[in-house]
């Protein structure tokens, strides 16, 4: 019994290790997506203010 449940608890981890590195990977693009949209955010409202006088 412990063999079998070695195996499943081996098997678990590795799914977890697998989603975990996806997750991370979602995380970085997710980051610089977001200080893209922050750049082009602050270079519109930089345009608008100048627009504005």
């Known amino acids: 019994?412990?063999?079998l449940t070695a195996t499943q608890f081996a098997a678990h981890a590795s799914l977890y290790q697998e989603v975990?590195?996806?997750a991370a990977a979602m995380?970085?693009?997710f980051t610089v997506a977001m200080?893209?949209?922050a750049g082009a955010y602050?270079?519109?409202e930089a345009a608008n203010?100048?627009?504005a006088g």
């Open 27 to 29: 995380h970085d693009q």
């Open 35 to 37: 200080g893209a949209s």
């Open 1 to 3: 019994m412990s063999a």
């Open 42 to 44: 602050a270079a519109t």
């Open 49 to 51: 203010a100048a627009a």
């Open 20 to 22: 975990s590195a996806h």
